[in-house]
């Protein structure tokens, strides 16, 4: 009886620890990766974290560029019910952050060093205020295309040099009866392909001055207009059921061979990894023609929102420090398509595309042409990404010619303000 007592009691101190343990070190995580690549990646810091025997509360909501996910957080504080830990795009973290809603990191980034290996690009935004208010899981690029090899070898196509060279690699291929241009005609995706557009036509003077500083002058240009012409160039490509899709769908087109291209940020690469296709033999990567030697990027990162219980504070600083270890870095990366939030991680286990997207990372930085994603929320506050959106939609969806998309472009972006 004594030692069926014991025992008893052995197993509920056990399970009170378990639970203690459980409740103390779990994080809520919101998210928007929910693609296949996506979940991969997902996996790893899911694992890596169960490792440190920190819990994950999973809180999933689809959609690229994180609008939605944006959407749910907003309804999730104002119900006084934040969850612990948010992936978050650039100005956003920074919104957030005037709110005071934020939790401060400073204490494990300074343990951890941050400031010496994270590049100053992203500290712009994990920083607020001279603290760190978020964790950068990875760096990505927008100004990408993803290539079906096979059908570029069976058409004689070469990797495009420049935008015309692209166009006459489109035709032939929308000649050949297959869709050119894999696309999803959703807003964000639809921003995703003009930042690398952007860049094409007038490199990253033209970007800057245009969408980060607002110039209306550079807004209302010919170059512009140039822009938007592009743009309706690549809306002849695309198939007729482009509408809604969702982007991993249309990288499973370019995976399965029915369509050649698609322009997406790297996030696209997963999606390839994921179907074991393999970088140069099956597909190829290549800079938006046009746009080489210039790197429009965006980095997630996981803000931490700002919790009152120890336990809750020591969890989002243990998830902080594993996200940016070295080992998770490269890691994750290489599931993710993106390359490390951190300057002095070996570029060993990633692929030729992840090597690739190091390297031009590393040199855009240093010559000046790094600039932030317009659609993934790096180069302006939601108001003015959101108005850019509307714009550029409308116009792909052809609701305006690209002489009104300039127009109505200085106008919205004015108003946004
Ligand atoms: C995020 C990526 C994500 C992509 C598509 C982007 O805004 O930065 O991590 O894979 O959206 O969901």
Same mark, same amino acid.
């Given at each position: 009886?004594?030692?069926?007592?014991?025992?008893?009691?052995?197993?509920?101190?056990?399970?009170?620890?378990?639970? +203690?343990?459980?409740?103390?070190?779990?994080?809520? *995580?919101?998210?928007?990766?929910?693609?296949?690549?996506?979940?991969?990646?997902?996996?790893?810091?899911?694992?890596?974290?169960?490792?440190?025997?920190?819990?994950?509360?999973?809180?999933?909501?689809?959609?690229?560029?994180?609008?939605?996910?944006?959407?749910?957080?907003?309804?999730?504080?104002?119900?006084?019910?934040?969850?612990?830990?948010?992936?978050? @795009?650039?100005?956003?973290? &920074?919104?957030?952050?005037?709110?005071?809603?934020?939790?401060?990191?400073?204490?494990?980034?300074?343990?951890?060093?941050?400031?010496?290996?994270?590049?100053?690009?992203?500290?712009?935004? +994990?920083?607020?205020?001279?603290?760190?208010?978020?964790?950068?899981?990875?760096?990505?690029?927008?100004?990408?295309?993803?290539?079906?090899?096979?059908?570029?070898?069976?058409?004689?196509?070469?990797?495009?040099?420049?935008?015309?060279?692209?166009?006459?690699?489109?035709?032939?291929?929308?000649?050949?009866?297959?869709?050119? &241009?894999?696309?999803?005609?959703?807003?964000?995706?639809?921003?995703?392909?003009?930042?690398?557009?952007? @860049?094409?036509?007038?490199?990253?003077?033209?970007?800057?001055?245009?969408?980060?500083?607002?110039?209306?002058?550079?807004?209302?240009?010919?170059?512009?207009?140039?822009?938007?012409?592009?743009?309706?160039? @690549?809306?002849?490509?695309?198939?007729?059921?482009?509408?809604?899709?969702?982007?991993? &769908?249309?990288?499973?087109?370019?995976?399965?061979?029915?369509?050649?291209?698609?322009?997406?940020?790297?996030?696209?690469?997963?999606?390839?990894?994921?179907?074991?296709?393999?970088?140069?033999?099956?597909?190829?990567?290549?800079?938006?023609?046009? +746009?080489?030697?210039?790197?429009?990027?965006?980095?997630?990162?996981?803000?931490?929102?700002?919790?009152?219980?120890?336990?809750?504070?020591?969890?989002?600083?243990?998830?902080?420090?594993?996200?940016?270890?070295?080992?998770?870095? +490269?890691?994750?990366?290489?599931?993710?398509?993106?390359?490390?939030?951190?300057?002095?991680?070996?570029?060993?286990?990633?692929?030729?595309?992840?090597?690739?997207?190091?390297?031009? &990372?590393?040199?855009?930085?240093?010559?000046?042409?790094?600039?932030?994603?317009?659609?993934?929320?790096?180069?302006?506050?939601?108001?003015?990404?959101?108005?850019?959106?509307?714009?550029?939609?409308?116009?792909?969806?052809?609701?305006?010619?690209?002489?009104?998309?300039?127009?109505?472009?200085?106008?919205? *972006?004015?108003?946004?303000?």
């Amino acid at each position: 009886m004594r030692r069926t007592i014991g025992k008893t009691m052995a197993v509920c101190a056990a399970l009170m620890a378990t639970t +203690s343990m459980a409740q103390a070190e779990d994080v809520e *995580v919101l998210h928007w990766w929910t693609s296949g690549g996506e979940a991969a990646a997902l996996q790893v810091l899911k694992k890596d974290l169960a490792d440190q025997n920190i819990g994950w509360v999973d809180m999933p909501v689809a959609g690229g560029g994180g609008e939605a996910a944006m959407t749910t957080l907003r309804a999730r504080v104002t119900a006084g019910d934040a969850p612990t830990a948010v992936q978050m @795009l650039g100005f956003d973290i &920074l919104d957030w952050a005037d709110q005071k809603a934020l939790a401060n990191l400073d204490d494990v980034a300074k343990q951890e060093g941050w400031d010496a290996v994270v590049p100053k690009a992203l500290q712009k935004f +994990s920083k607020h205020g001279g603290h760190w208010v978020s964790a950068p899981v990875n760096v990505h690029s927008t100004n990408w295309v993803w290539a079906n090899k096979a059908i570029l070898d069976e058409l004689g196509i070469k990797q495009p040099a420049n935008w015309d060279e692209f166009v006459a690699a489109m035709q032939a291929v929308k000649k050949s009866g297959r869709t050119a &241009l894999a696309h999803g005609g959703q807003a964000w995706q639809d921003a995703t392909m003009f930042d690398g557009v952007v @860049l094409s036509v007038g490199g990253v003077d033209f970007y800057r001055k245009a969408f980060v500083d607002l110039d209306p002058a550079t807004l209302g240009s010919e170059k512009m207009n140039e822009a938007f012409e592009r743009m309706a160039t @690549l809306r002849s490509f695309v198939d007729d059921n482009f509408s809604g899709r969702d982007w991993n &769908l249309a990288s499973a087109m370019v995976i399965n061979g029915d369509a050649a291209f698609q322009i997406m940020g790297d996030w696209a690469k997963g999606e390839f990894l994921k179907a074991e296709k393999v970088p140069g033999k099956d597909f190829l990567c290549f800079r938006v023609p046009g +746009s080489e030697g210039t790197v429009s990027f965006n980095s997630d990162q996981f803000a931490m929102f700002s919790v009152s219980k120890d336990s809750a504070k020591a969890a989002q600083g243990a998830m902080a420090k594993a996200i940016m270890s070295p080992t998770f870095q +490269s890691a994750f990366n290489v599931v993710k398509g993106s390359v490390p939030a951190r300057t002095d991680v070996p570029n060993d286990a990633f692929d030729a595309c992840g090597k690739q997207g190091m390297a031009d &990372l590393a040199a855009a930085s240093k010559s000046g042409t790094l600039v932030g994603s317009i659609a993934h929320g790096h180069a302006n506050r939601a108001a003015v990404k959101n108005a850019i959106y509307d714009v550029v939609t409308a116009h792909f969806n052809g609701e305006y010619d690209s002489k009104a998309a300039v127009e109505e472009l200085v106008n919205a *972006v004015e108003a946004a303000q």
